[in-house]
C-alpha cells in the first residue's frame, strides 16, 4: 500500500484521477544449504520467510543415525581486514530441535538467512 500511494501522490500533479495498481512479478529467492544425515541433502532455492523446521521437513525429515541434538546452521558473515571486506567466515548456531518441537519451543524456531548452511550430524 505505501508504493501504490506514494506512485499516486507522484503521479497526482499530471494525472489527478489516475488508478495506481502495483503487483510484485517475482519475490526474490535465496539459497541456503542443508548437509549432513537427511533424506534430500541439497542446496534449496527459498522464495518465502523459511525457518530450520521448514528446511528439514522439506528435505524428508533426518535419515538413519541423524543426531537431532547436535544441528547447527553455520551463518556467513564478512570478513574485514582494516575495513576492507577479505573473506568471509561463519558463525555457528546452535539448533536445539528437540526444544522447538516441544510445547512452547515454537521460539526458537530461527528463521533462514541467504548462504546459511544446516548441518545435521
Not at 18 to 32: K, P, T, Y
Not at 68 to 91: A, C, H, M, N, W
Amino acid at each position: 500500500m505505501q508504493l501504490r500511494d506514494a506512485l499516486k501522490q507522484k503521479l497526482a500533479e499530471y494525472a489527478p484521477a489516475a488508478e495506481v495498481s502495483v503487483i510484485v512479478g517475482e519475490v526474490q529467492s535465496f539459497n541456503v544449504s542443508l548437509i549432513g544425515k537427511v533424506q534430500r541433502a541439497n542446496r534449496y532455492k527459498l522464495k518465502t520467510p523459511t525457518t530450520v523446521l521448514d528446511l528439514l521437513a522439506l528435505a524428508g525429515g533426518f535419515s538413519d543415525f541423524a543426531d537431532p541434538d547436535r544441528i547447527v546452521v553455520l551463518r556467513p558473515e564478512p570478513f574485514s581486514v582494516q575495513g576492507r571486506r577479505t573473506g568471509q567466515t561463519y558463525k555457528r548456531l546452535p539448533f536445539n530441535y528437540k526444544k522447538v518441537i516441544s510445547a512452547g519451543g515454537e521460539s526458537e524456531n530461527f528463521a533462514l538467512q541467504p548462504g546459511d548452511i544446516v548441518v545435521v550430524p
